[in-house]
């Protein structure tokens, strides 16, 4: 026997069951033919997104994209040149990068607090900080611009793969290919086909999740998958 299961959702989370359950006359084995969705994948979403900054404390919400790190410092330059400023008080931010040390450096005229939670300051390569006004203070370690390093298909029936030593259900594991904003399609070639653990399918789930086990951020854009079940 010989199947194919295609699964179509705006969720990195896809699932399907079946009725009545699909029986298996032995060992059979799955693996991915295809994935269809768009490079949408921001670097910058609720979980990194606020410049915290002044006294007292303001919070500045960057709205979620994909950005370069010059991206983001323009942002912020023309939010601040909106601000009100007065005789005592001027706003002006500078964020800049050397693509030598893959460092960054930020200065501003009122303290920036990387403290804070949600603070864009971790992305940027900066540690847990607040930065005095009129400083221009440097990285330790290098920019973290895009937090999604490998994006994992796992699949609940699958066995056969591990991560750091652990066992896990990912099928197949990529790196966008395409630019953000352009169609990604991915087709294994040749397919990995892995172990079913049951003989009785009632229930595939598919997650679609980064290096560290989290949920990839498609913003909603449809993604489709197609596997391909086939005896061992």
């Given amino acids: ?56 404390l303001k919070t500045l919400e960057i709205p979620e ?33 050397n693509d030598n040390t893959l460092k960054s450096s930020v200065k501003s005229t009122v303290p920036i607090d990387f403290t804070q939670e949600h603070s864009i300051g971790s992305l940027l390569g900066f ?19 895009f937090k999604v390093n490998s994006i994992n298909v796992e699949c609940n029936i699958a066995t056969g793969s591990f991560i750091n030593g652990a066992p896990s259900h990912t099928i197949y594991r990529f790196y966008p290919s395409s630019p953000c904003g352009y169609k990604l399609v991915e087709t294994p070639t040749p397919v990995i086909y892995l172990p079913v653990t049951t003989r009785v399918i009632d229930n595939i789930t598919l997650r679609i999740v980064d290096q560290d086990g989290s949920l990839v951020n498609f913003r909603n854009e449809r993604i489709t998958v197609t596997l391909h079940l086939r005896k061992a």
């Avoid at 896809?14 to 693996?31: Q, R, T």
């Avoid at 969705?37 to 006294?55: A, G």
């Avoid at 370069?68 to 990068?97: C, H, M, S, W």
């Avoid at 540690?127 to 611009?145: L, N, S």
């Fill in 1 to 56: 026997m010989s199947r194919t299961f295609t699964f179509s959702d705006t969720s990195s989370i896809l699932s399907a069951e079946f009725f009545p359950p699909i029986e298996l006359d032995g060992d059979y084995e799955i693996g991915l033919l295809s994935l269809e969705t768009y490079n949408s994948i921001p670097n910058v979403d609720s979980s990194n997104n606020k410049l915290h900054f002044d006294e007292p």
């Fill in 127 to 145: 540690e847990k900080i607040v930065i005095p006004a009129g400083k221009e203070q440097y990285t330790d370690r290098v920019v973290d611009i």
């Fill in 65 to 97: 994209g994909t950005y370069e790190v010059n991206d983001i410092g323009a942002y912020i330059q023309e939010v601040f040149k909106r601000l009100r400023t007065t005789p005592d008080k001027k706003y002006f931010f500078q964020l800049k990068t």
